[in-house]
């Protein structure tokens, strides 16, 4: 079951990505190709649109950089859980250590 759980984070992880980036140059023509040159000069406008497609995609990338960590991470899980299943079946080894009053 986790490495479903793992197989859909990561999936989802790519697909936060893809639909982010894309959603971020979209908004960012869209203000670019709406501008008002009443109330912002050319290079105003074409600065704040490429900073809402550069900022906007990097956004998105760690979004779901995160994602797919998360994703990693719960995979790991699943492996480290099966092994400390297997140290849970074996015997407790005690080791004791006797001080002594000698100096």
Known sequence: MDHHRSARLKRRA???GGLGIALSVIIG?????LRDDATASWAQIMFCGL???ILGAALSWLVSLCVYGYGI???ERKQTG???RDWKEEPARVSRVYMS???
């Open 14 to 16: 790519l697909i936060i």
């Open 29 to 33: 023509l869209i203000y670019i190709g």
């Open 51 to 53: 900073l809402i497609i």
């Open 73 to 75: 991470m719960v995979e």
């Open 82 to 84: 099966s092994r400390r």
């Open 101 to 103: 009053n000698e100096m």
